[in-house]
């Protein structure tokens, strides 16, 4: 045999070698994208059956896939969520994806028009943009971040529409919280919110944003609206609200502190409000009606003095408590021989029960 013969027969074998090795990778694949769809179509089931046994129904027209090799697209035609005292009728579809490379991170999408009930309340949403990412760990769903753009929320109140410039929301873990002990972090930012003519204070009707984070603790898991609230009050479940900032119109405020429910199912708890120049507050409890006129300028002089400035932040700020308590929420000014100012009233979460 010539030696001349010998690198064309080992380029050859090298050519078999690697034709073999990308074929053997395309079957894999191929059988991991069935694989996976199968997985789906499973957990869906498994999921129906779940949410079946809290009293929950999830139902849909149709299941397609998508995406094949190396992507599964599912989309859920008409998804509903039925509860004994709700429900969520979503937009025509709800379509979500993931890469075969990280088939535990998961992109939904679901733009368009959806319904929610609670209760007596009904509520219509249209969002342009409607997006969420899911991260699948150990003990099931790990962290949902949610992402609403460009949304309009039809109040049951007649012709009444909110309306949204984006709204971020995230929650981690995802899952029932059994004990006192179990807890889930979240976090909410809203933009440009435009609130509804019923809904606007002394401040105006444009929140410019609302920023939230905190963790909620206790027995809570799906059923019966007036039910798992009585048994999260009664389980001591709480609500840390670590940061919530605002900024609404003139007025700029930071809070933090801890809510509850009382037998009643009305919210109660403290808050520690840091209010940035409180003139725009004061003016706006005056024009409100909350203050007599004259106060709003008469407090501001008086809290003048109190005022500090702080670290990296403007303006001079001033430490002002509130209180939730007997289903009313009272400003506490920190001013001798000034009653506390009651902001509104706090009606049961389901004032139609008795209990």
Known sequence: MSTHQKPGRLRRRLSW?????????????????????????????????????????????????????????????????????????????????????????????????????????????????????????????????????????????GDEVLGLGTAEAAVAPVRPLRSATESSSFTLLLRDLRLPAAAASGLGADLQSLDLAGRISGPLFPGAGPVMARIWQEGGGSLALERLDIVWGALRMEASGLLGLDQALRPQGSLNLEVADPDALLKALERSGQLQPGLAERYSGLLAGLARPRDGLSGRWVAIPLELRDGRAFLDLPIPFVPDIELARLPPLFPSQSF
């Open 17 to 157: 070698i690697f034709g073999s090795l990308v074929a053997l990778i395309l079957v894999a694949v191929s059988a991991t994208w069935w694989v996976a769809r199968d997985q789906i179509e499973t957990a869906l089931q498994r999921t129906q059956a779940d949410l079946a046994a809290d009293g929950v129904t999830l139902d849909y027209s149709a299941l397609g896939f998508s995406g094949f090799p190396l992507q599964m697209e599912a989309k859920l035609e008409r998804p509903t969520l039925t509860w004994p005292d709700g429900s969520w009728q979503g937009p025509p579809a709800v379509s979500g994806a993931a890469w075969l490379t990280d088939p535990l991170s998961l992109a939904f999408s679901a733009p368009g028009d959806g319904r929610l009930r609670i209760g007596p309340q009904d509520l219509t949403i249209d969002s342009g943009q409607a997006d969420a990412q899911v991260r699948i760990g150990d003990q099931g769903l790990d962290t949902v971040a949610v992402l609403l753009g460009n949304a309009r929320i039809a109040l049951p109140q």
